[in-house]
């Protein structure tokens, strides 16, 4: 349990396995903010109220010098039935005991949780004279939850990005309205997404513990999530870019305005790079023009994206290429030595095994003598529950598989590409490698990402499938990204806590790093890693048999990669690298006129002095009117501190949106204090926002905008686009 939800003042919880040394006490979350937390001392969210559970709720308690009261939480659970009358019976008699003999605790009926909170929260002094918990509350049970399931786990994931990015297009296209006036937010249809995915979420759905009927539902849910979820990022686009269609290998060059350009719209707060794939059978001359290299059959290219704001466009030799390209070179003995290479990186492959990863810049090999890389796999048999679980004698019990069949599908100079395709038992395992000309994010510095792209038709039972690397580092603790921020964990086994560790949780990176230089492997839609020592895995699929029989059978499409940095992870781009591997570039194809509003305007909002402060969403405000186009016009934007340290942020407002009004708000966007509007310097930019955080700190900042309209003003291009897109009108 990494930390509570927002608004939480307290919590009451238990199920862990080494002794916890408090009973209340305040929660420490790694931003600093603390909740009253009571984990009841009797052990069970199934007491049955009897006068054993009453005197476990007196002996177990550990901090009775601070406070002497407890919470039984009594009932069949799971679907039993709840309190029985015979448990209320049992308290009356245990009570009316209680009070007149020493030998029996007083007992008392509570009216709600809320009331022994507050009692509690008034006889410490606000938890003043409790003990105070720092950092997660480690459940030291059903870690094979991080990982049963894939497909849940990649439909939460790919869903949740694929939301964040409509609601930021959509607050685009609702405010500009270039191309059609009548656009509204779609509130409600995003709502409706949203609420399915929040469904998925509940146990036992996401956690893949539940029986195979719940997933036939869920898949449902995730299909209709994404498709309509891309019906409406598509309708947004249009009224940004009219005519334009979503540039995928499935589009059909044929289509296409024979004079249009490739876009990318960048979804994220960050200066990106980006190799993409676009079709090439039947495309016209132009499209063609556009990309660098073609596969061996011409059927696809690649070209080179550079989004310095919101769009980017595509870089050629006649525009220019990015400063940054590193071409790439794959060399092969022809049967069973493979090297993909850059001017950042170079990865070797052996004999079915990744024998080296080394950095190029320094001459530094990363794995660690004697020692090699890949899949590994290990038999997955749970003492007692197995969607649930995976023990810590699994590890006992590995096998490395190797990459065979491996063929080179891409020879550069963008993207060098190896297939490797792997028969295990019943299962076949396919990969493709590739190493692009490009680094992970524009910092300087930066490295090239190895990507991992798996194919996998999965037959396997209770075997656990991994990818592995032992590196050349040494510390005692991991770095994994959890929501806002981080959580280190220790990589030895000193204690039983430590070693109750063997299998977390972690959203987009796990990270190994010593002082000078760390390497990270991304995730897409897994969440379970570990780091043993110096080997950093990440989970990829499981094959428990209970309560679904047919758990992860069949296909399954995921990828990985692995990030070797220069410096500490705390000198390093590891988290910003993280959220673009987890936010495809949209690509899109718009005709020759349709370029001249959206491609030329300043980023609506940038976020300058403090690279530590990440802007994570930007959206419409729950409470605006998205029945008409009139009224109050609020935007949401979301921001965090993602390394754990201060930082005072410039927040600059863009100069074609005219703020009335700013303020903080909580996650439930209940209105706080104002903040002073800053003038820009000059018209790019209407007004600055100054913001302080401390180490994770969340802040979520309303602005309220003086009209609905907010076409520009830029009088550098604006009789430009008004020639080009008609009549238009500015308030």
Not at 182 to 210: R, T
Not at 318 to 330: D, F
Not at 408 to 426: C, E, F, H, M, N
Not at 439 to 450: D, G, Y
């Amino acid at each position: 349990m990494a930390s509570p939800g927002p608004g939480t003042r307290m919590l009451m919880t238990d199920r862990r396995s080494n002794v916890f040394p408090h009973t209340t006490f305040n929660w420490v979350g790694i931003d600093g903010t603390q909740v009253l937390c009571h984990m009841t001392p009797v052990d069970t969210y199934t007491a049955q109220a009897t006068v054993g559970d009453i005197l476990r709720a007196q002996d177990n308690h550990k901090n009775l010098e601070s406070s002497q009261a407890a919470l039984l939480v009594f009932g069949n659970g799971d679907g039993g039935g709840g309190p029985l009358a015979k448990m209320l019976e049992n308290l009356r008699r245990i009570r009316a005991v209680g009070n007149t003999h020493r030998e029996l605790p007083r007992v008392g009926m509570g009216r709600s949780v809320d009331e022994f909170f507050d009692t509690l929260a008034q006889d410490s002094g606000a938890g003043r004279t409790l003990p105070c918990w720092h950092g997660e509350l480690y459940l030291e049970f059903h870690r094979g939850t991080y990982t049963s399931h894939g497909s849940i786990k990649k439909g939460n994931r790919h869903s949740e990005i694929l939301l964040r990015d409509i609601e930021h297009v959509a607050t685009l296209a609702s405010l500009y309205r270039l191309y059609d006036s009548d656009y509204l937010y779609p509130k409600e249809a995003i709502d409706e997404s949203w609420e399915k995915v929040l469904l998925n979420q509940f146990h036992d759905v996401l956690p893949g513990s539940a029986i195979g009927m719940v997933y036939e539902d869920a898949e449902k849910l995730y299909a209709e999530v994404r498709s309509d979820g891309e019906a409406l990022l598509d309708k947004a686009f249009r009224v940004l870019f009219p005519g334009s269609v979503a540039l995928t290998l499935a589009t059909d060059p044929h289509t296409l305005d024979p004079a249009g350009t490739i876009i990318g719209f960048n979804t994220t707060a960050f200066r990106r790079s980006d190799i993409v794939q676009v079709p090439l059978v039947g495309a016209h001359p132009h499209l063609v023009s556009q990309v660098l290299q073609m596969s061996s059959d011409r059927k696809v290219g690649y070209a080179v994206v550079n989004s310095p704001a919101s769009v980017g466009t595509v870089c050629t030799p006649a525009t220019g290429l990015h400063a940054q390209i590193l071409p790439v070179s794959v060399f092969t003995n022809g049967k069973d030595n493979f090297v993909l290479r850059n001017s950042s990186v170079q990865l070797t492959i052996s004999n079915g095994r990744i024998t080296s990863l080394l950095d190029v810049k320094l001459g530094r090999e990363l794995i660690s003598p004697g020692l090699t890389g890949g899949l590994v796999i290990f038999e997955d048999q749970p003492n007692y529950w197995d969607a649930w679980d995976v023990e810590i004698h699994h590890l006992e019990t590995m096998k490395q598989l190797e990459f065979t069949n491996v063929s080179v599908v891409a020879q550069g100079p963008l993207r060098g590409s190896v297939k490797a395709v792997t028969k295990y038992d019943k299962s076949t395992i396919e990969v493709t490698i590739s190493l692009d000309a490009i680094t992970a994010t524009v910092k300087e510095n930066s490295r090239s990402l190895f990507h991992f792209d798996a194919v996998v038709d999965w037959h396997q039972r209770h075997e656990f499938l991994k990818f592995e690397l032992p590196l050349d580092i040494h510390s005692d603790n991991a770095t994994y990204e959890t929501q806002f921020g981080h959580v280190q964990r220790p990589t030895h086994k000193n204690t039983t806590w430590d070693i109750a560790k063997f299998e977390v949780c972690g959203h987009k990176y796990a990270d190994l790093s010593e002082f000078g230089y760390g390497v990270a492997i991304l995730s897409e839609s897994k969440y379970g890693f570990s780091c043993l020592g110096n080997v950093l895995r990440i989970s990829l699929l499981r094959s428990a048999t209970a309560p679904d029989a047919e758990q992860d059978q069949g296909e399954h499409k995921f990828s990985w990669a692995v990030m070797p940095h220069e410096g500490h992870f705390l000198e390093s781009d590891v988290p910003v690298a993280g959220y673009l591997y987890n936010s495809p570039l949209r690509v899109r194809h718009v005709p020759q006129d349709g370029l001249a509003m959206m491609t030329r305007l300043y980023s609506p909002f940038t976020v300058e002095g403090a690279r530590n402060v990440f802007l994570e969403t930007t959206k419409r405000g729950e409470d605006d009117d998205f029945s008409k186009s009139t009224g109050t016009t609020t935007i949401v934007l979301r921001l965090y501190e993602a390394y754990g340290g201060h930082a005072n942020a410039k927040l600059r407002i863009g100069g074609h949106l005219s703020i009335a009004k700013a303020y903080l708000t909580n996650l439930l966007e209940d209105e706080g204090d104002e903040l002073k509007i800053f003038p820009g310097e000059d018209s790019a930019t209407s007004g600055i926002l100054m913001l302080d955080f401390r180490g994770f700190e969340v802040k979520t900042v309303t602005l309220v905008l003086k009209s609905m309209s907010v076409l520009v003003e830029q009088s550098d291009f604006f009789s430009e686009v008004k020639g080009k897109a008609g009549s238009i009108s500015i308030d």
